[in-house]
């Protein structure tokens, strides 16, 4: 079949916040006991009021930076109405035609570009469970911060979803946005999935939307799905309908949840509660330095001042601690270089756990080990000289950088089993040694 | 009894007497929906507070059916304020039902009755707080303005009635009928129990965004009062209050404050304005009320059904009438032509004001358009809204105002309305009590 994927996402990202968006309540609800993490506002008592969290916005806008969006200097929230359980005011504070973030786009590996329409700032509601022929209500939830972002429908493939959600996750965590952890809840996706014909240059005029996957794996196989259903329709002429889906695991199908016929009337009027959010551009300004610590900044400062392998980088990338713990062995170290540092830290799950000093300890005892005769090592080092004469000599007259070339030079003989450290200090004459 | 005569009047020993003979007298007008059944241990002033503020362990109804059994686990900023400073609620006080109305008789449980005279209503929807004043019961009591709640029911029964600007008091913890109208305000005999209390319970809280502190500044005595006053006001009134205005004027004039006219604005448009504004946000706050987390529940087959019949049992018909209104007026296709357009008036209204604040240091008009009615009287919604001509308009930008009693031979209390610019609270006070000295009423 001659189609082709439509995709647009709807993500929802819970930002790390000590509280919740609109009241003091704690934000640290995982696993809470049911409703423990509630108060007037967040249970929606009569007469309690919101007011906003300053992070969570301030952690929405990192976001909107890293993905290059305007900042709505001037924004406001929003009322949301319709009536569920979860949702105990009636209404969701939301944000309709100002949100904090338009515009912006993303360029993925490979050079597709994903365009993002918009993020903005909303609450999550609370979280029903069915038991026997009960509803009980767990409000915990309800008042958490939500970021959402959405994408215009950029998406071809499956695999560019991959590598977005990829890129996303890494930048939610290296920006400190949000831990994005999805089986927490903490980042989830909605797709609105449509087809057309390959050549077809018209956006489809129907949209599927994929809701309630808990699982990025189950989201890729809702979608896959899809595509062969509407397809499939579409080929015997029809119009996949407008409408809401889930995804059955046990099936592994997607089935039917909400047919959407006309559009949602959620009745949207400005927060009475909270004053229009007028944001200073200096302090839009001091926010914007978070983009230094995008994933794609840091790859290349680990390529081109570090000079790591693209494995080694990938690893440290995709593990934010062990990136951490690798810079401060650098700082920590004197003589041991970057280099060696990652090299272990990669190879080695065990280094990864020892202290900075018998991190260094074992580097070291490690190179000794292999060339521990100093005399065999000197004979290298007069062969490299030798060798290198000229870079010997300039090394004499003070050129520093010679030295790490000789350095090299050795490493390169030794097949790097020489101490860098010992072998500067053979050829700087230091410490009672000396070359001859 | 101002706050200055009860405590001459009552020691801590004969507190509980006290409550025994307002417990006896209030049969007879209905202001309270609870009072409290022992003071022994409470200290200070007793102060009356009406239903729609949230009151810890004390049941909080907002007048409604649908609240008849919910208890707040939190008590509003405004009682924590009053209980630190000296004040203790001794009961919670009679309304219409979420504040929509101007009589009481919107009330789910009961109509009070005007202490001037028991046939009449007490205005409303602060109906019971205004009543429990004006008969004596307590020096002082909180009600809430949306539209003139405080005002007019303090015009009706002869006293002070204060509605700040919109923020300087908190409504954390105050049930919300229409959010960007409503504020806590002050029932009292005279200028200076009104101050005590609006000094203690005003402020920026942290729980209220739309909160703040005044400015302090003072009107120089050595200044001359500057009042104006629209063109055309009188228009429509009953004779009794037309009389009661001209002669207010007379006595001030007498004292040197001077008069000049100012442009009136389109009163008819104004309260078309806040009667779009206001159920739309009525329709928005009152959904919270689903029978699901708290007050009164039916017992139902599916969740429609549920929020159907419970809402359909245990709301009221204004507040119905409102919700509907207000969900017409937000809706796709409608919003554009009522609720946006009347948010564009709503700015009109307000820079007309900030205008005649340019010239004149208060603007005086009438409370209202007539005295108190006769209970069941008012037929139609529209009558009832149309009493509120001069003091929706003010709320839709605002703006303090008062309600004084003016100094009248009849038997009916009239109640002039003094308005001054957002923020100007303390000055619109400090005015009121030169005002208050002029007019001799008490
Ligand atoms: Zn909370």
Known sequence: MNYELVIGLEVHIQPNTKSKMFCSCSADIFAAKPNSHTCPTCLGLPGALPVPNKMAIEQLIKLGFAFGCNINLNSKFDRKHYYYPDLPKGYQISQYDKPFCVGGKVVLEGGKEIRITRIHMEEDTGKLSHVENKTLVDYNRSGMPLIELVTEPDFKSLQDLDIFTRELRLILRHLNISDADMEKGQLRLEANVSVRKIGEVNLPNYKVELKNINSFKFMLKAIEFEFKRQSEILESGKTPAQETRGWNENKNETFLQRTKETADDYRYFPEPDIPPILLKQSYVDSLAKCVDDLPIIKRERLKNELGLSEHEINVFINDLGLLKHFYELIKLSEIVNAKDIAKKLVNSKESQKLSAQEFFDLLKNEKSSVITNIDELKEIIKTVITENQKAYEDFKNGNENSIQFLVGQVMKKTKGKADAGVVINIIKGLNGNSLN | ?442
């Open chain 2, 1 to 442: 009894m101002t706050i200055n005569d009860f405590e001459k009047k009552y020691n801590k020993e004969d507190i509980n007497e006290y409550l025994a003979q307002v417990k006896e007298q209030d049969k007879k007008i209905n202001s309270f929906l609870y009072l409290k059944k022992d003071l022994s241990k409470e200290i200070g002033v007793p102060i009356a507070i009406k239903d729609m503020i949230s009151t810890k362990g004390i049941v909080t109804t907002a007048g409604s059916k649908i609240l008849e059994n919910y208890i707040p686990p939190y008590n509003a900023t405004v009682i924590d304020k009053l209980e630190r400073n000296g004040y203790f609620v001794i009961g919670k006080t009679n309304m219409d039902e979420f504040a929509m109305g101007s009589s009481t008789e919107n009330s789910a449980y009961f109509t009070t009755k005007n202490p001037k005279d028991l046939s009449l209503v007490p205005g409303g929807s602060s109906g019971g707080s205004a009543a429990a004043v004006s008969a004596g019961f307590v020096p002082v009591s909180l009600g809430t303005d949306t539209g003139g709640s405080i005002r007019q029911p303090a015009s009706f029964c002869g006293i002070v009635g204060f509605c700040p600007s919109y923020g300087a008091v908190s409504r954390y913890g105050v049930i919300a009928m229409a959010s960007s109208f409503d504020q806590v305000g002050v029932f009292a005999n005279n200028i200076k129990d009104t101050k005590a209390v609006f000094d203690t319970i005003r402020g920026k809280d942290e729980k209220d965004a739309t909160s703040f502190d005044l400015p302090s500044e003072k009107v120089s005595e050595s200044n001359i009062i500057k009042i104006g006053i629209p063109e055309n006001i009188l228009e429509g009134v009953s004779k009794e209050v037309k009389i009661a205005f001209e002669n207010t004027v007379t006595s001030l004039k007498k004292n040197g404050i001077e008069f000049v006219q100012v442009a009136n604005t389109n009163l008819q448009q104004a309260l078309a304005v806040y009667y779009i504004l206001v159920p739309s946000e009525v329709s928005s706050n009152l959904a919270r009320f689903d029978g699901v987390k708290y007050g009164k529940r039916e017992n139902a087959e599916d969740l429609i059904e549920l929020y159907t019949k419970t809402r359909t049992k245990y709301l009221g018909s204004e507040p119905k009438r409102r919700t509907i209104i207000g969900t017409y007026a937000l809706s796709a296709g409608y919003s554009d032509k009522y609720y946006k357009k009347a948010n564009i008036l709503r700015q009109q209204v307000k820079d007309y004001y900030t205008k005649i604040f340019e010239s004149v240091d208060l603007i005086m008009t009438p409370t209202t358009p007539t005295t108190a009615f006769k209970i069941g009287a008012v037929q139609t919604p529209i009558e009832l809204y149309l009493g509120d001509i001069y003091t929706t308009v003010t709320k839709l930008a605002g703006l303090p105002a008062i309600s004084i009693p003016a100094n009248t031979n009849d038997k009916l209390p009239v109640g002039i309305q003094f308005i001054a610019g957002h923020k100007k609270d303390l000055q619109l006070l400090q005015i009121s009590e030169k005002i208050e000295q002029c007019l001799q009423t008490y």
